[in-house]
């Protein structure tokens, strides 16, 4: 079961919608999906269509307390697409876990008692910052995929996440692997197409071959909680996210 976490420290780079349209993209190639909302914006259950405001119980009982997978889990309306929702609850996981030792493996352990062959996939969608939230998502990830808008600072928070993973393999001696860096948020400007070739510079490797362009078709769909492939299928932005999907999909590490 690949574990494929959406990272980047910076905000809106596009980590909730690459994460939420990616899976939906999975899901209707015909894998078992789930996704889990690291965030306490609740924006990766909110773009699938699910409420998530008052919602319980949430993925904050699965890592703070001792329910059981199937007790958060919920289904989309997206066949074979599950979700662990988050909500503000999420906000009292750091407090709750303080003393304890494994507090920064709460979720790693929760996906590992998850019973082979029940998903083939599980998409983390991480919070915008650096905090235990974050540190259990790196723990638990076997992959990421770092999307990064192509504003100025963009390269920053690139950088700062490949030394985060740097600084986590020299703790603990090991860390996600860097499968995709996805440039979102494209517009042609002299600017955005430097980043891009800065960034295919630092990484010839892990460079996405497409790119998400700025498309007010995928805000839209956000906004009506609904995948792009729902929402406007024939967009350019569903044919870009179907494009990255496809190339997370044909990059699975040899098992
Ligand atoms: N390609 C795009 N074109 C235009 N708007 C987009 C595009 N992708 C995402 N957006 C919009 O930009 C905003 C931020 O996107 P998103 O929520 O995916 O970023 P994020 O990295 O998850 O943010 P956060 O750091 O707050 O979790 C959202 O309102 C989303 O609808
Ligand atoms: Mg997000």
Request: net charge neutral.
């Amino acid at each position: 079961m690949r574990r494929i976490a959406f990272v980047n420290e910076k905000g809106g780079t596009c980590k909730t919608t690459l994460c939420v349209n990616v899976a939906a993209h999975l899901a209707a190639r015909g894998l078992r999906v789930l996704v889990a909302d690291l965030d306490t914006q609740g924006h990766a259950g909110k773009s699938l269509g699910v409420d998530v405001r008052g919602l319980s119980p949430t993925i904050h009982d699965l890592l703070a307390g001792d329910r059981p997978m199937d007790a958060i889990a919920v289904r989309t309306p997206i066949q074979g697409l599950e979700l662990l929702p988050a909500n503000k609850e999420l906000a009292a996981f750091p407090v709750a876990v303080a003393s304890s030792p494994d507090r920064a493996e709460r979720l790693a352990r929760r996906l590992d008692a998850i019973p082979a062959g029940r998903y083939d996939a599980v998409l983390i969608d991480a919070p915008p910052s650096v905090s235990l939230v974050t540190e259990n998502v790196l723990v638990a990830a076997s992959e990421i995929v770092i999307p990064v808008a192509l504003t100025y600072l963009a390269l920053d928070g690139c950088a700062e996440m490949v030394q985060s993973l740097d600084a986590m393999r020299a703790a603990r001696g090991r860390a996600p692997a860097l499968t995709l860096v996805v440039p979102t948020l494209y517009r042609k400007t002299q600017l955005a197409d430097e980043i891009v070739a800065r960034l295919r510079a630092r990484f010839p490797a892990e460079l996405s071959a497409h790119v998400l362009g700025w498309s007010v078709k995928i805000d839209e769909a956000q906004s009506h909680g609904r995948t792009i492939f729902e929402y406007a299928p024939r967009s350019s932005g569903a044919r870009a996210l179907a494009a990255i999907a496809d190339e997370i999909l044909a990059r699975a590490p040899a098992a």
